[in-house]
């Protein structure tokens, strides 16, 4: 009887065992890296806005406070984005021809909003509140990076649930003092010691249970 | 061991039988599968399963694109015919796992003869029941979500819910059962392999026999590797079906919090696992003519499991009434009347007849010799048992503890197309079984034949 099988079958029928479980665990290591990609979460892509707006040059360069734009971070979930009024105090004294800024005027003239790009997106079941971790001691940068150093604005964290439960299980990471919230460039001597003694100067008792963030 | 000394080939061998030998087995099982073209009564048969396979897909379909507002369930009775059907075909497949893993290990030579198509059934009934808990969850394609892998969220499963448990029992016992069938299934398919002519099936149970030659050492590494699996089975048997019970009894719903449960649970699953596998035998060994694989020996035996196992299922259903009673908790008193006085008190006193009265006509040796007798017994169990898991759910949770919130539950048109496609499935997959694999282990009935008896007064 002639043989079914030719020798080389021998050598492709281990390779395929052995490549299976490799290829299976490349499958699943492609994933998890694809998953935490820049391509999914976006991450330093800097957005196309109306106005090219530079936080650079308005904090960093003129020394404008955040919250002179932003003013409901304090107090509110939502940080607030100015309306076309608060660039006009400025902008209708300096570079007030400037082309660049001719959607400024128009939308001041027409009384219609600036439709920015929208560059931080959390999902619609997370509820998010900046006054809280504002009180708390977590500073702007911490969540939004060095926007004091971009010219156009991109997302400096993954916005991945992880990403938020790395510091809600572990807060004393990243706490700063209240009065350094605001500052950039401030870095803690020591974030372990400072870390820890805030937390609990400040109460934080940091939850990480589901209906915190999806109630 | 009399057995063993005792002279001649020729001894009566109720496990097989008179006149077989080794060529004859062979013949007799790979003649199923090697012979030219189905029988019609094959056609029909897997084109009926077929057809409500189909009728499952589109009902799936239907599922995904609408939702699981299709079905019947709503508060209070949130948990309905998805956790019913998955009850009752994870527990058919318990009766496989008992006959290939247990019984092998007691040696129970009448195991040999079943275990290949009870281990099928196994597979197939977990098949089925894998469906159900995926699609219950409203949004199957999140049931990845159920493993614990290295996630985006930063978060495992819940592993105080005895609903993760359940995913790990599940797809052990699959794996494992789906491992072991195939393990069996080696040296039989080298026997194919050799027996075929055609070029393609050859290749293809060439490849499945992994290069089997039946040398001694094939031989010893094999029955190290099968005895070792079994003993992996053994615990399966009675682990998967206790912790499908810990889905109810880990809740402080009248009627599911009961320590009983485990046990009641193991048992019913062996019981309607043996009724299926009578169901399948049956008509099998009729339509093939193997009756002399499958003798009226091996009816009886499997008969008087179903006895004892329904028996123990029997004493649970006491047992929940004792409790309800003596416990003298107003909620559980409260269920066991309403469940057996209630609106559901008719499916109630059925599932008392099917499961409980319906088998004490295995008492008596002449129902266990009549085929169809027992066939008929099997079929009630197999509806029975249904019941029950339809009465577990349904009763505890139709008047929970809030009266303001009672209603009345039942399986909508799709409910029933869905359960029904699924057995409809299951046939299908039977019959391609039956088709392409040998339903009865070769290699195993050859150790049945008088030739391979160990004549010690010889040695």
Redesign the interface.
Known sequence: MAQ??KPAA?TI?KLAVFGGAFFLALA?WSL?EF??SQYMTRTKVAREQPVPFSHKHHNAELGIDCRYCHTSVETSAFAGIPPTQTCMNCHSQIWKDSPMLEPVRASFASNRSLEWVRVHDLPDFVYFNHSIHIHKGIGCVSCHGRVDQMNLTWQQS?L???????CHRNPAAAVRPREEVFNMAWKAENQEELGARLVKAYNIESRDDCSVCHR | MDKHSAPGPQEPNAMIGPGHSFNSVTDKISSIVLREGAPRGWWIGFGIGFVLTNMMLVSLIYLFARGTGIWGVNIPVGWGFAIINFVWWIGIGHAGTLISAILLLLRQEWRTSINRFAEAMTLFAVACAGIFPVIHTGRPWLAYWLFP???????WPNFRSPLIWDVFAVSTYASVSLLFWYVGLIPDMATL?DRTVK?IP??IY??LS??WRGSVRHWHRYETAYLLLAGLSTPLVVSVHTIVSFDFAVSITPGWHATIFPPYFVAGAVFAGFAMVLTIAIPLRRVYELQDFVTAQHLDYMARVMLATGLIVGYGYLTEAFMAWYSANPYETFMMSNRMTGPYAPVYWLLITCNILSIQALWFEKVRATPIGLFIVAMFVNVGMWLERFIIVATSLHRDFLPSSWAMYAGTVWDWSLFIGTLGFFVSLLFLFIRFLPMISIFEMKTMVPEAEVREDLL
């Open positions: 079914v099988f021998n029928a699943v998890n998953n935490r993954p991945q649930m992880e990403w938020c439960l790395n | 892998y290295p996630n985006t969220m930063g978060l392999r070029i050859k290749r060439g490849v992994l290069g």
